[in-house]
């Protein structure tokens, strides 16, 4: 029955949220209580439904609603249209009743309690890490914990790259060349002088050299390194044959370190 409620509860906000933005006149929506309504209420099926629903509803129907509420998380960003609220909303409220509401009242979802494995990678459904994080998640779930290794990394170093970006690439380039003329101490073999002016540019430039110059620009620091790199040599060991085995117990640690070394560090915010 608790199930029954939560769900009739997220529809009954989905349609008073879907109520607040029509009353809305302008094209942008500005309102810092309605963009965190609508963050709220994506992070809350990302993190309270899904993982219970996934098993129950299936993979296609539960991607469909992961991949409406994440874009409704993102629109919580300042100013974005009036319209693409509405329109996401609008994929959301026709079909929830019969797809889940109805199905909880037959006690289609009664069935075990989400593993501790569900519910941790539950937590780290970000939106900001889009497709790579979600298909990251969805491997480790279904036991591909390799793969999940592979995109989680791919998580990872696509928000440090991000991060550059919103920081500014000049300053990128200009620490790793003051790292480079350092003659002793930590940097003193450091030699990676970069020049690189965009996204596409930084993403040929290889990963354990970007830690180094994150670490130069004060965003991780030395142990935090250390671990990022641990978590890269994870992933290359998963991506390229090797008798290694990567556990469940292996993996929570990997992304326990990605979470909270750089999802959940607001130093990587962007």
């Not at 299936?58 to 629109?75: N, P, W």
């Not at 941790?120 to 939106?127: G, P, V």
């Not at 990567?246 to 999802?263: A, C, E, G």
């Amino acid at each position: 029955m608790a199930m029954e409620d939560d769900l009739g509860r997220l529809l009954d906000d989905l349609k008073g949220l879907r109520k607040a933005l029509k009353a809305e006149t302008g094209p942008g929506i500005a309102k810092k209580a309605l963009r965190d309504r609508a963050n709220e209420l994506g992070s809350l099926w990302h993190r309270d439904f899904s993982p219970k629903l996934r098993s129950a509803v299936g993979s296609d129907v539960c991607d469909r609603y992961d991949a409406a509420f994440t874009r409704l998380i993102r629109l919580s960003a300042p100013n974005n249209l009036r319209s693409s609220y509405l329109e996401t909303l609008n994929a959301l409220i026709p079909p929830f009743r019969d797809e889940l509401i109805i199905p909880a009242k037959q006690g289609s979802f009664s069935g075990p309690t989400p593993s501790a494995f569900d519910s941790f990678f539950a937590s780290l459904a970000n939106a900001e890490e889009g497709d790579y994080l979600r298909e990251a998640i969805a491997c480790a779930r279904a036991g591909y914990f390799r793969a999940a290794a592979v995109l989680g990394w791919s998580a990872a170093i696509d928000r440090i790259h991000r991060r550059i970006e919103n920081l500014g690439f000049r300053q990128f380039n200009v620490t790793s060349a003051q790292m480079a003329s350092q003659q002793a101490g930590r940097y003193k073999k450091f030699n990676q002088v970069q020049n690189v002016n965009s996204i596409s540019e930084i993403r040929e430039v290889f990963d354990t050299i970007v830690l180094w110059i994150v670490e130069g620009m004060g965003l991780i620091d030395s142990n935090q390194h250390t671990r990022l790199r641990s978590c890269f040599d994870m992933r290359c060991q998963s991506a390229h044959p090797g008798d290694a085995p990567v556990t469940q117990f292996n993996l929570l640690s990997f992304f326990s370190d990605l979470d909270q070394i750089v999802f959940s560090n607001a130093k990587f915010r962007i």
